[in-house]
């Protein structure tokens, strides 16, 4: 025991010296213990799903990023009734000159159903760093709202992402949202990790569950920019009734500027934001070699400027590393194809959804093996990610509670509740992460994590920097 201790001892040194973090020992399973009854979805009449009041007065707005470098936004609301006006008029707080822009209207059918009028309307030339004020609607119908443009693009602009997952919209999800809007860290832009609004949990996938979750989020979404991550529970793939069309209520509601990021496709795409790259992968598109989202991730990774955007973050649904029952293994075949990637380009970190639960990695990687050579066990890597698994928005289905026992070294920190995830970054080598268990205060951080870049930070930049 006493050997052990020395030599963790010399080793944190030695790591800490290099301004390094590793695992010397296992992690830790929260002793917390929630209650873990399901939760019920909130009932049609629920305030937070309250219709605004007026003949076709625009509703379920909610805003994205709408080009690459965060001078482009895109605004997105539904009129029930009609088409009405597809047009936004917006004006920085600063100035009396308004803007206004014009955007397309679509709808769609699924099973029964008939959605409203949806209308995606896309600002450009903003200016960084400014409040603006936007307007959809007409007459006494018109609603208001704003939003804050993030600084420019570089190495030391801070900012602070919110993490969100697995939603839908129970009593849970509504905790879970309001201690996201309470956190004093005060996120400014949602990274959301997929599954929406678990409407597909309703007999023939009511999509009537999906324009409630819109109108739900509005709160929030219409004032600061969630970015999508398509989930399983996005597919609304259901031959029985005829819908083979996958993604389609996801796709028709929620454009993302794919373009802009030379995709082909709304399932994969990047943003630049502040100091943060973040590419977004789907779990639920073919992803082996010569698919489109292979090439494009292929293509991509090697454009991302590290002196530019030094946080490089992946959002994907299915996580590669999952220690509950729940899931397991799901992520693997994305694992084996991209993982390597992941270590080449020393991604910061990876954030995913889908187990309803809270987990954290150490820096691992799993990248050596080749059929023959068995060489098969996560093993520390300090150019790998940190892998985090954040699906515990609290929806209908409830928490993934069981776990594999003993806990995998690889796994730095578990627990069943439900809650949120806070990435602040500082600048261009420091962000501090932190999760927030919907039990607690506003302020608590259940678990924590000082980043180290992961570019700034190497070893091969610190003897650099050090011997020059
Ligand atoms: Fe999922």
């Known amino acids: 025991m006493f050997s052990k201790w020395v030599f963790c001892g010399f080793v944190y040194f030695l790591l800490g010296f ?10 830790i399973t929260s002793s917390y213990v929630r209650n873990a009854d399901l939760s019920l979805d909130m009932p049609l009449d629920s305030d937070v799903f309250r219709v605004p009041p007026g003949y076709n007065a625009p509703q379920q707005v909610h ?3 709408g080009d690459h470098g965060g001078r482009g936004l895109i605004i997105s609301w539904i009129t029930p009734d009609e088409p009405g006006s597809n047009t936004v008029v917006y004006w920085a707080e600063d100035s009396k000159l308004k803007g206004s822009a014009n955007g397309v209207v679509l709808t769609y059918k699924y099973f029964n159903y008939t959605s409203g009028y949806i209308h995606h309307c896309k600002i450009k030339n903003l200016k960084f760093d400014t409040k603006y004020y936007y307007e959809v609607g007409i007459g006494n119908t018109t609603r208001q709202f704003w939003f804050i443009t993030p600084p ?35 996120g400014q832009t949602v990274l959301f990790v997929g599954d929406l609004s678990y409407a597909d949990d309703y007999p023939f996938h009511d ?12 709160r929030n979404a219409a004032h600061q920019p969630w970015i999508w991550t398509a989930g399983n529970h996005e597919l609304d793939f259901d031959p029985e009734i ?7 209520p996801y796709t028709s509601r929620f454009f993302v500027p794919y373009r802009a990021s030379e995709s082909t496709s709304p399932l994969w795409y990047s943003i630049k934001r502040a100091a943060a790259y973040v590419i977004v992968l789907s779990s639920y598109s073919a992803y082996g070699k010569s698919t489109p989202q292979y090439k494009w991730l292929a293509m991509e990774l090697p454009k991302v400027n590290r002196t530019e955007t030094p946080w490089l973050i992946v959002l994907m649904h299915s996580p590669w590393y999952n220690s509950y029952v729940h899931h397991y293994m799901e992520g693997e075949s994305m694992r084996v194809v991209y993982e390597s990637w ?5 991604v910061d970190v990876v954030f995913a959804g889908h187990v309803h639960a809270y987990e954290r990695s150490e820096r691992i990687s799993n990248i050596a093996y080749n059929i023959v050579n068995g060489l098969c066990t996560p093993r520390s890597d300090h150019s790998a990610p940190v892998y985090i698994t954040i699906g515990d928005g609290g929806n209908l289905e409830g928490l993934a509670t069981e776990m594999t026992e003993p806990q995998p070294p690889y796994s730095a920190y578990r627990e069943a509740s439900f809650g949120h995830g806070i990435f602040d970054i500082k600048n261009r080598t420091h962000a501090y992460f932190s999760w927030h268990r919907n039990q607690d205060g506003f302020a608590v951080e ?7 870049n992961r570019y700034w930070t190497s070893p091969e930049r610190t003897f650099l920097a050090a011997s020059q």
């Not at 999509?207 to 509005?218: G, K, L, P």
């Open 18 to 27: 290099l301004n390094l973090v590793e695992f010397c020992s296992g992690g």
């Open 63 to 65: 805003i994205t990023q």
């Open 152 to 186: 420019k693009v570089g190495p030391d602009a801070p900012y602070t992402f919110g993490l969100i997952g697995d939603l839908g919209q129970t009593y849970d999800s509504n905790r879970t949202l309001t201690h996201y809007e309470s956190n004093p860290a005060k």
């Open 207 to 218: 999509n009537a569950r999906w324009d409630t979750w819109s109108r739900f989020i509005e």
């Open 242 to 248: 005829g819908e083979t069309k996958p993604f389609k």
């Open 342 to 346: 992941f270590v080449e380009y020393k």
């Open 446 to 452: 259940a678990d924590s994590l000082w980043f180290h």
